[in-house]
Nanobody
Framework: QVQLVESGGGSVQPGGSLRLSCAGSGISFRFYVLGWYRQAPGKERELVARISSDGSSTVYADSVKGRFTISRDNAKNTVYLQMNSLKPEDTAVYYC??????WGQGTQVTVSS
């Protein structure tokens, strides 16, 4: 059974940082593109960042470019999202995914003073 488990969410003040992790089991991440998505209250789920299977290529939403970094460690079967300079509008539930296939349960990120 495939499971994706996110961790690292929490509450932070504007300008702060968080690092999200997503560990996979029942699946070998090294064969797949991985992504981070988020969904804010009342809004649709949106792509935050995506990374190729070997980590050589990344894509970011315009709203997070220059502030967020996606990375992966295939040996640890884990994908990360480093989030810096956080803004209140980054508040959302963040999900990791094997796009089109599997989703994690999500982790809440709240940015508030």
């Amino acid at each position: 059974q495939v499971q994706l488990v996110e961790s690292g969410g929490g509450s932070v003040q504007p300008g702060g940082s968080l690092r999200l992790s997503c560990a996979g089991s029942g699946i070998s991440f090294r064969f797949y593109v991985l992504g981070w998505y988020r969904q804010a209250p009342g809004k649709e789920r949106e792509l935050v960042a995506r990374i190729s299977s070997d980590g050589s290529s990344t894509v970011y939403a315009d709203s997070v470019k220059g502030r967020f970094t996606i990375s992966r460690d295939n040996a640890k079967n884990t994908v990360y999202l480093q989030m810096n300079s956080l803004k209140p509008e980054d508040t959302a539930v963040y999900y990791c995914a094997v796009p089109g296939n599997y989703w994690g349960q999500g982790t809440q990120v709240t940015v508030s003073s």
